[in-house]
């Protein structure tokens, strides 16, 4: 992720990794079969993820 990514656009706080989202794609080729994962990292403020509980 590019420095420039990992402040949160709204209010500057770092990003911070709250899970990764995962997808899989089956290949099947003539006598194999292949599974091929995907996972891109999610990442959020701390300060915006706390407003949030707040408002709620």
């Known amino acids: 992720m590019a420095d420039s990514k990992k402040v949160c656009d709204c209010c ?27 996972e891109r990292k999610k990442t959020r403020a701390v300060t915006v993820s706390s407003r949030v509980q707040a408002a709620k």
């Open 12 to 38: 500057q706080s770092p990003l911070h990794a709250i899970g990764v989202e995962t997808s899989e794609q089956i290949e099947i080729i003539p006598k194999q079969v292949k599974v091929l994962r995907h």
